[in-house]
């Protein structure tokens, strides 16, 4: 079982940046391609970025990995006030990201974590 833990957010200026992580615990981090969510309330879950289990990625924002640490780095950069939001990672073993990026319902993916907070205000 992999459990997330994000950490990083906080409040920025409007064309600021901010660095996201998430720290993984359990098995075989690896093997799994992880995404970066936002929601905000009364919307959908969003995909911002993804990262595969061989280091392949896309989206919006830069996502990195570093499986000796088992940690996904979220680089965000230029934030708007639209950016705010709360900011999931998620894992899962069996999706690519390019579906994982469509994903707004949380039962889509295997392990979540419980957010964190970006608010971009000046």
């Known amino acids: 079982q992999l459990q997330l833990v994000e950490s990083g957010g906080g409040l920025v200026q409007p064309g600021g940046s901010l660095r996201l992580s998430c720290v993984a615990s359990?098995?075989?981090?690896?093997?799994?391609?992880i995404g970066w969510f936002r929601q905000v309330p009364g919307k959908e879950r969003e995909g911002i970025s993804c990262?595969?289990?061989?280091?392949s990625s896309m989206g919006r924002f830069s996502i990195t990995r570093d499986n000796a640490v088992k940690t996904v780095y979220l680089e965000m950069n230029s934030v708007t006030p639209e950016d705010t939001a709360v900011y999931y990672c998620?894992?899962?073993?069996?999706?690519?990201?390019?579906?994982?990026?469509?994903?707004?319902?949380?039962?889509?993916?295997?392990?979540w974590g419980d957010g964190t907070l970006v608010t971009v205000s000046s």
């Open positions: 998620a894992a899962d073993k069996f999706r690519v990201c390019i579906t994982i990026l469509d994903i707004t319902t949380q039962d889509a993916m295997a392990h």
């Open positions: 359990g098995p075989d981090f690896n093997h799994y391609s």
């Open positions: 990262i595969g289990p061989s280091g």
